[in-house]
C-alpha cells in the first residue's frame, strides 16, 4: 500500500494527507452507562470486549489522558485524537460533557475528538455547543453512530432499540453544522443478513453523508445473550477466509473518499468464544492486501 495509490483509505492514510503525519487515538472513558442497559441491552455486547486495558480502572480525565499517551501512542504518535469510545457518552448531562470535550481539546497534542454514540442520542443543543467548542480550538470532531445495520428487521434482532429513522435524523442534523462530521459503525454478519443486506447497509450509510466507516464482523462474546443463540447453533460466524472473501466484495463500492477507521475486531481472547481466528492485527492487514492485490480491487474500484 502506497501514499500515492491506498488500497484502503484507512484512518493512518486520512491522517497523513490532512495533518502530514500519523495520528493516534486515546480511548476515554466518561463514566456513563449506556441507556440502552436498561432495556436489556445489545444481545452482542459486553462492555469489557471492547475496554482497553488502560481504562480497566475507574481513573479521571486526566490520568486517562496520561495512560493513553504511555498506552497507546508509545512514542510512535506525536498527537492524537480523543476517543470518546466507551458506552454512550452523549447521554452524559451537556453541561458535563462539554467539561470533558474542553477539557481534552485543550491538550497541545489533541487534534480532535471521535465520539462513539447511540443515533438516538444525538441532540441539536449539544450539537451546537459541540459545534462552537471545536470551531473555536481550530480541531476536528467525528461523531460515530452506531447503526450496526441498515435493516430495521435485524436492529430488533440486536436489541437495538434504535431504527435506522433514528440513524438518518442523526446525519441530518449533524449535517448542518460545518464543524462536525459523522461515521457509521456497522457489523457484518448479522444473522438473516447475505452480503446484498450488508451491501445496501454501507450504501444507506454512505449515502446519508458520513465520512468514515467502522466496519467489523460479527463476534460471539462469553456471557452475552448472543452466546447462548451460538451454543444452540442458531448463529454462525466468519472464518478469517469467507471473511477476507467478503471485504473484498465491499470494499470495491465504498467511496474513496471515505475513511475506513476499522475492518475487524479484536476481543479479548479470554472472553472471545468465536471466531477465533488465532492472528494478529498487524497479520489480517497483511492478509487483506493480500487478498485485495490478487484480485485487482480497491476501495472505491466499482464505484460509479
Known sequence: ?????????????????????????????????????RLGGCIFCSAESYTPA?????TSL??????????????????????????????????????????VLQQPDCLGLIISTRPDYVRRPLLERLNDLVARKGKQCLLELGLQ???DRSLQFLQRNHTLDDFLQATELIGQFSHL???AHLILGIPGEDRQHMRASIDVAVGAGVSALKLHHLQVIRNTPLHPLYEAGKVSVYSLESFMELLCTLIPHIPPHITIHRLWATAHPRI?????????????SVTLRTYLQERGLKQGCHCE
Not at 499517551?69 to 480523543?82: A, S
Not at 468464544?273 to 489480517?284: D, S
Open 62 to 103: 486526566e490520568e486517562q489522558l496520561h495512560r493513553g499517551r504511555t498506552v497507546h501512542l508509545q512514542g510512535r504518535h506525536r498527537f492524537f485524537y480523543g476517543y470518546f469510545q466507551q458506552e454512550t457518552p452523549t447521554a452524559l448531562k451537556p453541561d458535563l460533557f462539554m467539561q470533558h470535550a474542553d477539557l
Open 149 to 151: 445495520t441498515a435493516h
Open 272 to 284: 472471545l468464544v468465536a471466531p477465533r481466528w488465532n492472528i494478529r492485527t498487524a497479520e489480517l
Open 181 to 183: 462530521a459523522s461515521g
Open 54 to 58: 488502560s481504562l480497566e480502572q475507574s
Open 1 to 37: 500500500m502506497t501514499s500515492a495509490s491506498p488500497l484502503i483509505r484507512t484512518f493512518s492514510q486520512h491522517c497523513r494527507e490532512l495533518h502530514g503525519c500519523a495520528v493516534g487515538k486515546i480511548p476515554l472513558d466518561l463514566g456513563v452507562p449506556c441507556p440502552n442497559r
